[in-house]
């Protein structure tokens, strides 16, 4: 997989944002992706996962009822729905993919391609 992440921004608190994560090659589908974050200071951690088929899903604490992971393998895409942002969702915003059952897949280390990241910024 060849990953590429956009759609971030600034936005103030309470507002929206969809993320998006592009892959340029053939096997989008094979892979359970994920988001991840990492704020200034703070080491990455996972935010979403969601399996092959998109039918299954995994979500952090802090992001639980607000965030919602999906994906698109028809278009290679996938998606992060953010709603009802927090200043301190602020990070940078990283997909990648794994190989491991999204029911487990929430370790830096259980994905093996990264996308490049892209900037969240929530104003209070």
């Known amino acids: 997989v060849q990953l590429q992440a956009s759609g971030g921004g600034l936005v103030q608190a309470g507002g929206s944002l969809r993320l998006s994560c592009a892959d340029s090659g053939r096997t989008f589908s094979r892979y359970v992706m994920g988001w991840f974050r990492q704020a200034p200071g703070k080491e990455r951690e996972f935010v979403a996962a969601?399996?092959?088929?998109?039918?299954?899903?995994s979500y952090a604490d802090p992001v639980k009822g607000r965030f919602t992971v999906s994906r698109d393998n028809a278009k290679n895409t996938l998606y992060l729905q953010m709603n009802g942002l927090k200043a301190e969702d602020t990070a940078v915003y990283y997909c990648?993919?794994?190989?491991?059952?999204?029911?487990?897949?929430?370790?830096?280390?259980?994905?093996?391609?990264w996308g490049q990241g892209t900037q969240v910024t929530v104003s209070s």
């Open positions: 990648a993919a794994s190989v491991k059952d999204s029911a487990i897949a929430r370790l830096v280390s259980d994905f093996i391609s």
């Open positions: 969601v399996s092959w088929s998109g039918s299954r899903t």
